[in-house]
């Protein structure tokens, strides 16, 4: 199949416009860049063309190479990169004809290093322009890396390429990465005439990959890429490509652009097969297809317009999602119990809009203008013409149950009655009521504001439609949402709760709980599991452990350890004293005196202390808590409430924090082998009991040597 072209049209002013054709992004796949090429040869060889306009169809220049293409092999690609680059500096660049490109949309990654080895380029003032190619695992490879710093200066290249930083035209035109700034109708004919004056000689004839003036003198340009690789490796100490992104640009500066560019070359050709670009491009496509949900998003549905929100509970949880909605425009009442909760409701959504203001990314005025669309209440009269509740109260069943009673009463029947639970049953929230087509799971992570997961938990009962509604308004708050079906805990907190539980039986078993978390933020987790622990707080740890021990008794690992810290006063960061004691700047420090509690925690358990426990290595730990993690995310599949493996691998990225280069943690298991996770689970089950014993799903995908990705009708089929 042809996945894309372009297509050459020759004007009587002698320009030919090229324009690329692969909607929807105009990607460059491999049949994009050899019609490219040959239409370049084309126009070159004629001679009723003088000059060539390059542009892309349907208003978007081009996304960027065809990241799928890296996903299919290496010898395909080798080809790809070998033209490509021959292609953009001899034909291209180094041709006797001028080319400019037009620009509007996206010009990224390969869509801007096209247009940067033409002559000119004319854009318009909202089109985006980067080189985003670090955050897959990459970087920059056709030519990206010599000719962007000798158009915008070193500086301004490296904060593009090391954050993945894109512009829009204005600042593009400002920094003199682009000529001229048109509007959209003008843009093809500005480039024409922009071309024709080239050949005249009216403007001048610029190749970018032989440009110097913009570079800074050899000392200064050391320095600033010293700096880039220290900044590069406190960001990110685990990830190698930053810092060869660096050496690569180094190369072309120091030794001049030709260099530079074979260094581009080998160098990526490197990176695209390694682990970590592999598992950024998994989850870059995992990203986007978490909104395809089978039976609800294909059966030609469209979100029903959501313009006014009611939310009741302003705590912690309810004043976030607030918050993500009035910055998305939404009308938002939020319904307290009394005065007191209402205001101090309202004070957080307005200190969270404070810290945007505060970090500059918002002005005041935004913020007047994000509450203005704040309405606070305590009962239930505006709730007459509201489109969807979302209830955010503190996790009480009964307390739930009256709240949906209530809604039923008071909101319109058309209103989507959606619940914040984080672990609760959806059936028997909505037991006391006869909506239960429109009672739906909305769990936000908090800080609901700031964190990217929208978990949307649907039951046997909920409407397809209502999914697909709650799908347009993640996606107009940008958050990522995953549809899952309705259990406790449902599929971020069913792989937490074994994490958190792994954790606490190594400890019982002799392990130290600092050197559990220091190995696990080691493999790249934001913080270990006695430090999150501590952030949650212990009365909300204990009160979710309680909800997995009822519902999933067989597998639990009962520890002691934070229902006896919590006896003594002691509940997590809030009381500055959890696993972890904290100053008054908040720095978490180690403590001494918790191990009294880890004493009389393993006395109680009644676990021997074995020296192979106290002996594991990292390898071990890092398996020991996470397999667990795995063998529930196969569960939270085979019992269908996930759709696809790739959800839980955002799921586990971000709403758990698991690193995204390691491709989230079933595609970390695929790499691992399922045989290896489920013989090391099952020789962990019979020393220590059925918290690590594999489920079926495990063990037929690890007997059948099935990836535990595959789909399961897929796996099934093989059978
Ligand atoms: C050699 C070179 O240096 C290497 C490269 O060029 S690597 C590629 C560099 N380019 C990029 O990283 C851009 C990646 N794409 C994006 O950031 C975003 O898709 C975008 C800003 C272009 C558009 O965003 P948005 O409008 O929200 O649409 P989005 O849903 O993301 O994408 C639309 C579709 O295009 C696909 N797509 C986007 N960019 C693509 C690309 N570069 N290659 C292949 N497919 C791409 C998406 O997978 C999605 O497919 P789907 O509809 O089947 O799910």
């Known amino acids: ?163 993945s930083k894109s512009m829009n035209g204005d600042e593009a035109h400002a920094l003199g990465l682009v000529d001229a700034i048109v509007s959209p109708d003008e843009l093809v004919k500005t480039a024409r005439s922009w071309a024709l004056d080239i050949v005249e000689l009216r403007r001048p004839w610029i190749k970018s990959l032989y440009r110097t003036d913009k570079l800074e003198p050899l000392g200064m340009a050391r320095e600033i890429l010293n700096f880039a690789r220290d900044q590069a490796q406190k960001q990110a100490a685990k990830l190698q490509h930053p810092l060869i992104c660096i050496d690569v640009i180094e190369e072309g500066i120091v030794s001049g652009p030709l260099a530079g560019l074979w260094k581009e070359l080998y160098s990526s050709r490197m990176l695209q097969s390694s682990e970590t670009s592999k598992s950024l491009m998994h989850i870059f496509f995992a990203q986007r297809a978490t909104s395809k949900v089978p039976g609800i998003t294909d059966i030609g549905l469209t979100p029903r317009r959501i313009r006014k929100v009611a939310i009741v509970g302003g705590g912690l949880m309810g004043s976030g999602i607030a918050t993500a909605l009035i910055l998305s425009n939404y009308l938002v009442i939020l319904k307290e119990v009394n005065e007191n909760f209402l205001q101090s409701g309202i004070g957080k959504v307005k200190a969270n809009l404070q ?134 805990g449902f599929a971020v907190n069913r792989m937490f709760f074994p994490y958190s539980q792994a954790a606490a039986l190594l400890v019982d078993h002799g392990l130290d709980v600092y050197q559990i978390d220091r190995v696990i933020t080691k493999f790249g987790m934001p913080m270990g599991p006695f430090r999150l622990a501590d952030l949650v707080g212990f009365k909300v740890a204990v009160a979710t452990g309680t909800q997995y021990l009822q519902s999933f008794p067989e597998r639990c690992y009962r520890s002691m350890l934070i229902p006896i810290m919590l006896q003594d006063k002691r509940i997590g960061e809030s009381s500055r004293k959890g696993f972890y004691v904290y100053d008054e700047k908040w720095k978490a420090s180690p403590d ?126 093989r059978l």
């Open 1 to 163: 199949m042809g996945r894309g072209r372009t297509e050459m049209e020759v004007g009587a002013d002698g320009v030919a416009v090229i324009t690329i054709v692969n909607p929807p992004v105009n990607a460059l796949s491999l049949d994009v860049l050899v019609s490219l090429k040959e239409n370049y040869e084309e126009a070159l060889r004629r001679d009723d063309v003088k000059a060539i306009v390059l542009t892309g169809a349907g208003g978007k220049f081009s996304g960027g190479f065809d990241i799928s293409a890296f996903q299919e092999g290496k010898t395909k690609q080798a080809k790809v990169d070998f033209s490509a680059n021959d292609f953009l500096n001899d034909t291209l660049e180094g041709a006797r004809k001028p080319s400019v490109a037009a620009i509007d949309g996206l010009a990224l990654g390969g869509g801007l290093e096209v247009a940067m080895a033409c002559h000119g380029r004319i854009s318009t003032s909202t089109a985006q322009l980067g080189l985003p190619e670090l955050r897959l695992g990459i970087i920059p490879g056709m030519g990206g890396t010599q000719r962007l710093p000798r158009l915008v200066g070193l500086s301004k290249a490296l904060e593009m390429m090391l954050m």
């Open 355 to 488: 810290g945007y203001v505060k970090k500059r990314k918002m002005t005041q005025e935004e913020c007047g203008k994000a509450l203005s669309l704040l309405i606070g209440v305590l009962d239930y009269e505006h709730f007459k013409d509201v489109d969807m509740v979302i209830e955010a109260v503190i996790e009480n069943v009964s307390l739930k149950q009256q709240i949906f009673a209530d809604l039923e009463k008071y909101c319109p029947p058309h209103c989507i009655l959606a619940s914040n639970t984080s672990t609760i049953d959806l059936n028997s929230i909505g037991e006391k009521t006869m909506s239960q087509d429109r009672i739906v799971g909305a769990h936000f992570f908090s800080p609901a504001h700031v964190m990217p997961l929208l978990e949307i938990v649907y039951t046997r009962t909920t409407s397809p439609q209502v999914v697909v509604d709650l799908l347009g308004v993640a996606r107009k708050i940008h958050k990522t949402p995953i549809v899952v079906g309705n259990c406790t």
């Open 592 to 717: 001494p005196d918790i191990k009294k509690y880890i004493e009389k925690s393993r006395s109680i358990s009644a676990v021997t202390q074995g020296p192979k426990v106290i002996e594991l290595a990292d390898k071990d730990i890092i398996e020991m808590i996470f397999f667990p993690v795995v063998n529930e995310a196969c569960r939270v599949l085979d019992e269908g409430i996930a759709s696809k493996s790739s959800d839980l691998d955002i799921a586990s990225i971000m709403g758990m924090g698991f690193p995204s280069y390691r491709g989230g943690t079933m595609f970390w298991a695929d790499s691992l082998g399922a045989n290896y996770v489920f013989s090391r689970l099952e020789e962990w089950s019979k020393m220590y009991g059925d918290f690590f014993k594999p489920c079926a799903y495990l063990k037929e995908r690890a007997t059948r040597g099935i990836p535990l990705s595959a789909q399961v009708n897929q796996a099934k089929s």
